[in-house]
């Protein structure tokens, strides 16, 4: 079952007794769990019928003694245990699974297992699956994130262009929480319906949009030495904003897609075949005029070495990040 089918059955009213929300990413842990305490109660019944446990500080009898209660004035009580994965389910394995093999119908027990999956194999696990409901939530792959930030935004009724949407998944990675808080701050300081640009970025997220890694590339792809050395000792000047560890995985990501380039037959087919909005097509083009397969193969190679140095292979102790980054664009371009 989806986000959106189990929010609209929480709206309806439609409740599991136990629900088991797990995976590596939080963010859909956080919507579900955060939507069941803030709607599946009225404000008056919350009072004597919604607890909220932490799991490193949670006894399973507690937890147990709880879920068994009878709602008061209410048809349902709520019982959520945050951070379930520090929860010693262990030391009462039993007993947990005979509650989750026959829960109490007017509670909605909520596990909310984050930081990794649930151990699938475990006897519970099958129970919960049975009796309830188990929700895995899943990383999004780097790739689907700019496509993830349109989608957020459009719901918000705003509209984020290619490029700026871009800009921020390849700077605030695959972090959805991440993502969603900076986007909630930026769009208090804009207009309903206003586009969100790569000036809208910088402005309120801190992100230049002048030197930025799209515009390293840029400059890469014209050999433009100046604006690259001076992007180069931007990101040298603000390492926090701009680590190399960052710089060289969007770079090796860029000569990737280049390198895929060479080898698609049929160009028409390139947004879907690169993974990318048809809006950076022509970029990538104009990327693989400069950049033929030999040399994409060269600058992989390139990038792989400096991947090494900056782990601490073959390098000189008192060499910098900055000397690393001007090292490796230099090779680039050359």
Known sequence: ???????????????KPVYLLHGDEDYYIDLISNYIENHALSDTEKG??????????????????????????????????????????EKAAEVFQAYCENPLKSTLLV???????????????????????????T???????PAWIEDYTKSKNYHINPKAAVLLAS???NDLSKITNELE???????????????????????????NVFELQTALQKRDVLKANQIINYFD???????????????????????????????????????????????????????????????ITVLREYDLKIKGVDIAPSTTAGELMKEMIWKLIH
């Open 1 to 15: 079952m989806n986000v959106d089918q189990i929010i609209k059955d929480i709206k309806n009213k439609q409740f």
């Open 48 to 89: 004597f019928n919604q607890t909220i446990f932490y799991g490193k500080d949670l006894e399973v009898s507690t937890l147990l003694n709880t879920a068994k209660r009878y709602p008061m004035m209410s048809n349902y009580q709520v019982v959520i245990v945050r951070e379930a994965q520090d929860l010693k389910l």
């Open 111 to 137: 596990l909310c297992h984050k930081h990794g999956k649930f151990d699938k194999r475990k006897k519970v696990y099958k129970i919960i699956e049975k009796m309830g409901l188990v929700f895995e939530s």
């Open 139 to 145: 990383l999004l792959y780097e790739n689907k994130i």
């Open 171 to 173: 700077y605030l990675g």
């Open 185 to 211: 701050k930026l769009m208090l300081n804009i207009a309903k319906g206003q586009e969100i640009g790569t000036r809208e970025i910088q402005e309120n997220i801190g992100i230049s949009k002048e030197y």
């Open 237 to 299: 000047a603000n390492p926090k904003l701009n680590p190399l560890v960052l710089v060289l995985g969007n770079l090796c990501s860029w000569f990737s897609k280049i390198l895929k380039y060479h080898y698609i037959s049929d160009k028409s087919q390139l947004a879907k075949e690169l993974g990318v909005h048809p809006f950076f097509v022509k970029d990538y083009e104009a990327a693989a005029h400069t950049y033929t397969m030999s040399k994409a193969y060269q600058a």
